[in-house]
């Protein structure tokens, strides 16, 4: 009899579990030293190859998927939709944070005492990321925008965080293309396409090993998640909004815009989902995510190339809703009164932090200085929350890529670029022998 093979996302979800079975057990077993030593090295070798392939896959992919398009109008639509539907999104969860936030009041329950032994206890920890925050001294209101053109291409090829900067140019190049001479430009096209080939069977390559990589991740990380029990009710308020985003939101945006059925839709990006979670990097899990809503979803990918590198980048629906709630409970844990005002400033600020936070771990909590600074908050309250601050950028990060998933669903859906019939599909699954 021939033995079934387990599915890929089936394998990584085992891999999640032993690992997180490992990392609460280590302690006691005095294991945690060889467990940083001699397992977490494996996670860091995953996630390092992930981050390895992102930059060429963003250039390839998008140039690919930018040259194909018949012309430069449609690329504008498209992109007005995704930026349009980003911004929807976020503004969303910023305000549902708020809301949740104001109802629980998780800052009123956390004693005085304990409030003083966590700042005390990560004090180090803050200097680092306000020196962070304030690294780029922003000049001008447009600062961000500048930030955007890079001045060298190595240099923004460089550097994962420079994302933003490698998209400009790869749509630029992508367009250039279109406006180009067809036959003379033939075997450009050629190159990427192939190319583009070749990075995907990478992108699955790596994928066979993230169910070691998920196992060293989470063993080496769930160590210290006891710390999260300390602060349960902030905590649990960051997880319920992040749940309404994903079982509310996400369910009811895809069932008016789309065909695609939920659970099939939350099938597809598992693999994507999990990854996020371990890696706390929307940025690292890209590749996957572009390939599950290409192979799962059955997006196009003209549509997948250019929204999820967007997404990954400027839309985090996850850290939003971690911005607006951490601000204000920060404030209640201080004995300080928002008023209306000063809550609207925090929606507008952390609009624009969690666009500008980069799509690697903690980004958001070194964001959030620039929100608690924008209503005159002391940035030291950081202090309060960092002690549970990677459990929640887990699952933020999880958060982040639904939330790109689902707009590159709608926007592929209003181009006639889905194939609900894949989508549907309880049978599709990338890799699913391997
Ligand atoms: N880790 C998140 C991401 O990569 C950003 C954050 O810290 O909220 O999407």
């Given at each position: 009899?021939?033995?079934?093979?387990?599915?890929?996302?089936?394998?990584?979800?085992?891999?999640m579990?032993?690992?997180?079975a490992?990392g609460?057990?280590a302690?006691?077993l005095?294991?945690?030293?060889?467990?940083?030593?001699?397992?977490?090295?494996?996670?860091t070798?995953f996630?390092?190859?992930?981050k390895?392939?992102?930059?060429?896959?963003?250039?390839?992919?998008?140039?690919?998927g930018?040259?194909?398009l018949?012309d430069?109008?449609?690329?504008?639509?498209?992109?007005g939709?995704?930026?349009?539907?980003y911004?929807l999104?976020t503004?969303f969860?910023i305000t549902?944070?708020?809301?949740?936030?104001?109802?629980?009041?998780p800052g009123?329950l956390?004693?005085?005492?304990?409030?003083?032994?966590?700042r005390?206890?990560?004090?180090?920890?803050?200097?680092?990321s306000?020196t962070?925050?304030h690294a780029p001294a922003?000049s001008?209101?447009?600062?961000?925008l500048?930030?955007?053109?890079?001045?060298?291409?190595?240099n923004?090829?460089?550097?994962?965080t420079n994302?933003?900067?490698?998209i400009?140019f790869?749509i630029?190049?992508g367009?250039?293309?279109?406006?180009?001479?067809?036959e003379?430009?033939q075997?450009?096209k050629?190159f990427?396409?192939?190319?583009?080939?070749?990075?995907?069977?990478?992108?699955d390559?790596i994928m066979?090993f993230?169910?070691?990589?998920?196992?060293?991740?989470?063993?080496s990380?769930?160590?210290?998640?006891e710390l999260?029990?300390?602060?349960s009710?902030y905590s649990?308020?960051?997880?319920?909004?992040?749940a309404l985003m994903v079982f509310?939101?996400?369910?009811?945006?895809?069932?008016?815009f789309?065909?695609?059925?939920?659970?099939?839709f939350?099938?597809?990006?598992?693999?994507?989902?999990?990854l996020?979670?371990?890696?706390?990097?929307?940025a690292?899990?890209?590749p996957?995510?572009m390939?599950c809503a290409?192979k799962?979803?059955?997006?196009s990918?003209?549509?997948s190339?250019f929204?999820l590198?967007?997404g990954a980048?400027?839309?985090m629906?996850?850290t939003s809703i971690?911005?607006?709630i951490s601000?204000?409970?920060?404030?209640?844990?201080f004995?300080?009164?928002?008023?209306?005002?000063?809550?609207?400033?925090?929606?507008?600020?952390?609009v624009?932090?969690?666009i500008g936070?980069?799509?690697v771990p903690g980004?958001?909590?070194?964001?959030?200085i620039?929100?608690?600074?924008?209503?005159g908050l002391?940035?030291?309250g950081?202090?309060?929350?960092l002690a549970v601050?990677?459990?929640?950028?887990m699952?933020?990060?999880?958060?982040n890529i639904?939330?790109?998933s689902t707009?590159?669903?709608?926007?592929a859906?209003s181009?006639?670029?889905?194939?609900?019939?894949i989508?549907n599909d309880p049978?599709?699954n990338?890799?699913?022998t391997?």
């Amino acid at each position: 009899m021939k033995k079934k093979k387990l599915p890929l996302y089936a394998k990584i979800l085992i891999g999640m579990a032993l690992g997180l079975a490992w990392g609460l057990s280590a302690g006691a077993l005095g294991m945690a030293e060889f467990t940083q030593d001699w397992i977490k090295p494996f996670g860091t070798i995953f996630i390092n190859c992930l981050k390895l392939i992102a930059v060429p896959l963003i250039i390839v992919s998008l140039v690919d998927g930018v040259s194909n398009l018949s012309d430069v109008s449609k690329l504008s639509r498209i992109g007005g939709k995704t930026i349009g539907l980003y911004m929807l999104t976020t503004v969303f969860a910023i305000t549902l944070g708020l809301i949740l936030v104001n109802i629980i009041q998780p800052g009123k329950l956390l004693s005085a005492e304990r409030r003083d032994s966590l700042r005390e206890t990560f004090a180090a920890d803050l200097d680092k990321s306000i020196t962070a925050a304030h690294a780029p001294a922003h000049s001008s209101p447009l600062q961000p925008l500048v930030d955007i053109v890079p001045e060298n291409f190595f240099n923004a090829a460089s550097n994962n965080t420079n994302m933003l900067q490698v998209i400009f140019f790869s749509i630029l190049f992508g367009v250039a293309m279109i406006l180009s001479n067809k036959e003379k430009i033939q075997p450009v096209k050629n190159f990427f396409d192939g190319a583009n080939a070749v990075i995907l069977s990478i992108v699955d390559i790596i994928m066979r090993f993230a169910p070691i990589g998920v196992f060293a991740l989470l063993a080496s990380l769930s160590i210290d998640m006891e710390l999260m029990k300390a602060l349960s009710v902030y905590s649990l308020n960051v997880v319920l909004g992040l749940a309404l985003m994903v079982f509310v939101l996400y369910p009811t945006l895809l069932k008016l815009f789309t065909k695609v059925k939920y659970k099939e839709f939350l099938r597809a990006i598992l693999p994507a989902q999990i990854l996020a979670f371990s890696t706390s990097s929307s940025a690292a899990t890209l590749p996957v995510t572009m390939d599950c809503a290409e192979k799962n979803l059955g997006i196009s990918e003209e549509v997948s190339s250019f929204v999820l590198p967007l997404g990954a980048t400027i839309n985090m629906d996850g850290t939003s809703i971690h911005q607006g709630i951490s601000a204000v409970f920060i404030a209640q844990a201080f004995g300080i009164d928002l008023s209306l005002m000063q809550q609207l400033t925090i929606l507008l600020t952390a609009v624009l932090a969690s666009i500008g936070a980069a799509a690697v771990p903690g980004a958001g909590i070194i964001m959030l200085i620039i929100v608690l600074e924008s209503v005159g908050l002391d940035p030291a309250g950081l202090a309060l929350i960092l002690a549970v601050d990677r459990p929640l950028d887990m699952l933020r990060t999880a958060v982040n890529i639904t939330g790109d998933s689902t707009v590159a669903s709608i926007v592929a859906t209003s181009e006639g670029e889905l194939n609900t019939a894949i989508a549907n599909d309880p049978t599709t699954n990338i890799n699913t022998t391997a």
